[in-house]
């Protein structure tokens, strides 16, 4: 038996460590940590609700329109009004383009880079590059020759840049096993998936005044009131990123798929997925969410979300005592002591439901629509697993692959959904219907504004009095996933899913680190509490609900 560590893990948003126990070639055992400490619940208290959906985006850079619209939906209920259809359609919109940056960021930027060698690419030949894309189907857009000349200039001066290796080659050279054709060919999309994320970020900041962090998602509603030169813009670009995303996003899935199918063999994790639903429709119910909410438990068996099985425990985590505390009545109360596998070991808390550890990735999300017969996601997951040869065999999306190459279903989907609800908007605004929000009557109350960011289940809940903000708590999607081993020692969903990963070589497991990537990890995001300035003491935030 031997330890096997990756720390940092690089290619995702935060600080995370894991560390895993190799036994016979496998991981056998393994410990996630988030190794940052931030915080925002306690910044919120005493503030307004308003103030909260914009200081809430502050959590992170990456998702910050989710943390904003949950925050609204929490206000919202709190206030006990629903938003106009003009609001639903403009949040959607803003949603929508922040999902689409995020998803084409992980899949090309952040993840690709485990199957993708750019250096490979140099010993490709640009002709067969261009056959082997029409036959797969995918985009021929760059000028493959130049590309080739640009990374062989890049190689020889040394300076690889994005490309300087950060990925873990094996001695032998097998971890990366495509043609350098299809390296090629990916390189090429690597590149301009950069700048497609530009244009789903104008999109954004189109709506939202600017990105990240934007102003116009707001309780009630939207401040965004559309202008005929503002639609125009918004048009072009949405139709431009949906057909950059279909035709490249599945094809390269489906190009790269075979050359690493060992990675459907392993990496499924807890096997439970739950998922709070996104993008409204017009009745506004969680079910009947373009991505509906549900919970799948080991059978894949659906079920509606309760708020009532939602725990948090701290006792394997930096934070003071051992307790399960129910949802919304958390606490935090940090303590560091030391990192110690067989006690407390992260910043990350451990979130169960029903008492158990739950996925809430954009697999949990793809997995409930497709049990809810959402039509879109039925035909491309049947299409999808046909084309891998694993016709009606869902279980292989619950693996490292699986994973990674479902959510351009979610990509395609909502880059879709984008052009619908721009011609909704349009129409509507033609109608004459000029309402984008609904002034609060109600100050007290409370609310949960049960969400989806980009990597899953975002939850945010709040109370308020008096207009005045007097509880704050946040559950957030990494936090299910990077959770650590529960009350009852079992380990979370990505400490599960490495168990049983090959390790060849234990200073480069290259599947390990395609497993972690599967979950696009943000540890920005799931340890929300304040400044880690050395020497500083913690004040303890403990729930003005107090605890149940
Ligand atoms: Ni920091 Fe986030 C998303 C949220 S983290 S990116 O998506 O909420 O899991």
Known sequence: MTRSVIDPITRIEGHLRVEMEVENGKVSDAWVSGGCFRGMEMVVENRTPEDAAQIVQRICGVC?????????????KAYGIKISNNARIIRNLLEGSQFLHSNILWFYNLAALDYVNPLNALKADPADAYALALEAGTSTNSDFVALKERLSAFADNGQLSIFSGNWFDAEDGTAYTLPPELDLICTAHYLEALTMQAKASEISALLGGKMPHIMTLVPGGTSFVPTDQKLDD??????????????????????LAPHYADAFDWGKGCGRYLAWGVFENQSMEMVDRYLPMGVLDDSLSLSDAQESL????????????SDSYNAPYFTTEPEYTSYDVNDRYTWVKCPSYDGKPYEATSLSRILVAYKRNVPFVVEQVDSLLEALG?????????????RTAI??????????????????????????DGEYFRKPEGITGAGTGFWEAPRGALYHSEEVKDGKITGYQIIIPSTWNLAPRDAQGVPGPLEQALVGVPVGDIEK??????????????????????????????????SPWGVK
């Not at 910050?64 to 919202?76: K, L, N, Q, T």
């Not at 939602?310 to 985590?317: A, D, L, N, W």
Request: aromatic share 8%; charged share 20%.
């Open 64 to 76: 910050p329109v989710s943390h904003a619209h949950a925050s609204s939906i929490a206000a919202e």
């Open 234 to 255: 918004l048009k072009g670009l949405v139709d431009e990123l949906y057909t950059w995303v279909a035709s490249t996003m599945i094809p390269d899935t489906l190009a």
């Open 310 to 321: 939602i725990t948090e425990y701290v006792g394997r985590s930096w934070y003071k005592g």
């Open 390 to 402: 694993a016709p009606g065999q869902i279980s292989i999306a619950q693996s490292t692959l699986g």
């Open 509 to 542: 497991p290259i599947n390990a680190l395609r497993t972690v990537h599967s979950f696009d990890p943000c540890t920005a995001c799931a340890v929300h509490i304040t400044e880690p300035a050395t020497g500083k003491s913690f004040e303890t935030v403990t």
């Open 407 to 432: 959510r351009q279903i979610e990509t395609l989907y909502i880059a879709g959904l984008m052009k619908e609800w721009v011609d909704e908007l349009i129409e509507a605004v033609k109608s004459g």
